[in-house]
């Protein structure tokens, strides 16, 4: 159902020029008159992007902070989801940037009460951010810690069938939980193993639930770029098994913190294989009464399977990053082709096994469905193809993960070739405004751009530290700034770093410290934003953090975040003419200067940054200097 447009359109004038006179008037007059400020660099990013409505182009949108970026492509958004007919998508780097563009103190919440229009925004979250029943009841039976048990107990009425089906409302968010660490989400969350076509609790599940609630919103659709960008890459499959795709017809997506959807589209596009995860199916389906031929089979694999992830430890790479290389000798091949011999042929038994409604439904159509991507993804690791993959270890659980090619022909084919008007939006798109790097690793060749300064005035309000320090000196110069009570932001370039540092902490300064992963981490940055918490470690939060005021007056780089020395960027270094250049510089300043956007919010903040430099980082002094606004000073800690 459309909504009135925020403006008349008549027939002496076109739609575009309507909005162009609207963006105008709201901008310079309606919201400065409730207290907005009114912005130059706002403004031309708003006309800019109705000219690309208009063009129906992407649009790079690079904007300094204290633009008001977000204001900028609301208004055209809106206006144009009523014009169309379709809500437009914001597409937002992860769920914690979903959170606070939604919050209460939000840009949405205030321009809807400044210019009286109700906006309809609803929430579209990854798979992942929603509870499964199913694992929920599993885990509450077989864990002794009661976290489980308790959700269980505060799960809605409907759900255990009290209620109507009227009284039907969405639930089961992962920012429901905020007590909860990640890892005891992970384990009532929803899994990729999962089959929902299958389960019999699918009607009253959140997920379900908040999928048909989002998709009849009629202006905005709000999401994560992992969520859109397996929306893409599954679009056609689901459609084929008559399924409905995960988001519905949009009129244009607008890339919050654009620069990083390249990751999110590897990270969709990519197939994992779990050592434990195959093993934990198939006990499932050892019931009594299934044939010896099926039980045979199973153990086969068992054992094909755990000696194809020795030999994948074997042979992995020994060094600290997260994604290890792996070197294919003939062995790990030939056990990888057991293992999908003796999978299809399982497959072929349990055809039988299911005519015997010897095995549950639901289970058995789970392990089919795995079995055949396992098939699969041992096919792509073991041909000759370019393939890009590597093992990853996450709290003892041994991953493989195979992504079979770089996305830039995929998302073109996909994403690009639509006649929908793309917006990316980010203070850091370019290097010297050259958006080449950008262009490239997305598949972009048609475009519009521009890039506008940020309008504070960051000599009064920023002071840039480079801080020399001996090897191994990171931990005591953190220290040392610790001692003078500021909130205090430390950013590192991998969780790897980050407990590292953990570790490496006296006791008395692990006081009212906040680690990212402890607690959900909505919940972290509600309370160091209300100073409950006097410093949040993290390796996410290097763009879109939020925090005006003296609730953040110093961010510490604690490491140069240049991309890891791993399979993925391997991949982009080995098609790059100069490796170092064109792949880990740009990357590195960009997200150093994002990192350093975290500092100065509005025209009121202040504060300090201090970037930690060892060993050979030292020799990028210079190159680091410039990626500041303001002028930067060293000192020198032994």
């Keep these: 159902m459309k909504r009135q447009m925020p403006f008349v359109l008549s027939k002496e004038k076109s739609f575009y020029e309507s909005l162009n006179d609207w963006i105008g008037d709201t901008l310079y ?32 949108a690079e904007a300094g902070v204290g633009t008001g970026k977000t204001i900028a492509y609301l ?80 799960l809605p009425e409907f759900v255990r069938g009290n209620a109507s089906l009227q009284s039907i409302f969405p639930y089961g968010e992962r920012s429901d939980y905020p007590d909860l660490n990640d890892e005891q989400w992970k384990s009532i969350n929803f ?48 459609k084929r098994q008559g399924q409905l795709a995960l988001l519905p017809e949009v009129s244009m997506v607008v890339f919050d913190e654009g620069h990083l959807l390249e990751y999110s589209a590897q990270r969709a596009l990519t197939y994992e294989v779990q050592n434990n995860t195959l093993l934990n199916l198939l006990e499932r389906v050892m019931v009594d009464g299934i044939r010896e031929e099926t039980l045979q089979l199973m153990e086969r694999l068992i054992d094909a399977h755990e000696h194809f992830f020795r030999l994948l430890r074997t042979n992995a790479s020994n060094h600290d990053e997260t994604r290890k290389a792996i070197a294919k000798t003939d062995e790990l091949v030939a056990v990888g082709k057991e293992a999908m011999t003796i999978s299809t042929a399982l497959l072929e038994e349990f055809v039988f096994e299911g005519e015997l409604y010897i095995i549950p439904e639901y289970d058995l159509t789970m392990v089919e469905e795995y079995l055949e991507q396992y098939i699969f993804s041992l ?26 090619r770089l996305v830039t022909d995929i998302l073109r084919e996909k994403l690009f070739s639509s006649n929908i008007p793309i917006v990316f939006s980010s203070a850091t798109l ?134 890891p020395n791993d399979p993925l960027f391997n991949a982009r270094r080995k098609n790059a003419k100069h490796p170092f250049e064109d792949v880990d510089l740009p990357f590195m300043l960009l997200r150093l200067r994002q990192g350093a956007g975290r500092l100065i919010r509005t025209s009121g903040d202040y504060g300090s940054i201090h970037v930690l430099m060892e060993g050979s980082e030292k020799e990028l002094k210079t190159i680091v200097s410039k990626a500041f606004p303001v002028e930067s000073k060293t000192v020198v800690r032994k």
């Design 191 to 238: 899994h990729p193993i999962q089959q929902c076509a299958a389960c019999d609790v699918r009607n009253r599940c959140g997920q379900t639930i908040h999928r048909n609630h989002y998709r009849e919103s009629v202006d905005l659709i709000i999401c994560s770029h992992d969520f859109y960008m397996e929306h893409i890459w599954t679009k056609e499959s689901r």
């Design 430 to 563: 370019s290097v010297d405004q050259d958006f080449s790097y950008i262009l490239d690793s997305l598949g972009i060749e048609e475009f519009l751009s521009f890039s506008v300064d940020s309008p504070f005035d960051y000599e009064q309000a920023m002071e840039v530290v480079l801080a020399d320090v001996d090897s191994g000196g990171k931990t005591n110069y953190v220290e040392s700034l610790l001692k003078n009570e500021e909130q205090t932001l430390i950013l590192f370039k991998s969780e790897v770093s980050m407990r590292a540092f953990q570790r490496a902490l006296s006791d008395e300064h692990k006081q009212n410290i906040a680690f990212e992963g402890e607690r959900e981490l909505s919940a972290i940055i509600r309370d160091f934003q209300q100073k409950n918490v006097r410093i949040l470690c993290s390796y996410h939060l290097w763009e879109g953090l939020d925090i005006p005021g003296d609730a953040l007056t110093r961010v510490v780089i604690y490491d140069l975040p240049f991309p």
């Design 29 to 60: 007059d309606d919201l400065t008159e409730k207290g907005f400020e009114c912005r130059d660099e706002q403004i031309y990013m708003a006309f800019q992007i109705e000219q690309a409505l208009k063009e129906k182009k992407v649009l790079m």
């Design 379 to 404: 096919e792509l690791f073991i041909s000759d193809n370019e393939a890009v993959d590597w093992l990853e270890e996450r709290k003892d659980e041994m991953t493989l993960i195979i992504m079979p």
């Design 75 to 154: 208004l055209p958004a809106i206006a144009y989801a009523r014009y169309t007919g379709k809500p437009a998508l914001i597409s937002c780097a992860d769920e914690t940037l979903i959170d606070q563009l939604v919050k209460k103190e939000g840009d949405i919440h205030k321009l809807s009460e400044a210019l009286a229009i109700e906006i309809d925004v609803r929430l579209a979250k990854a798979r992942d951010q929603y509870l499964c029943l199913k694992r929920l009841e599993e885990t509450a039976d077989s864990s002794e810690e009661e976290y489980a048990d308790i959700v269980q107990s505060e």
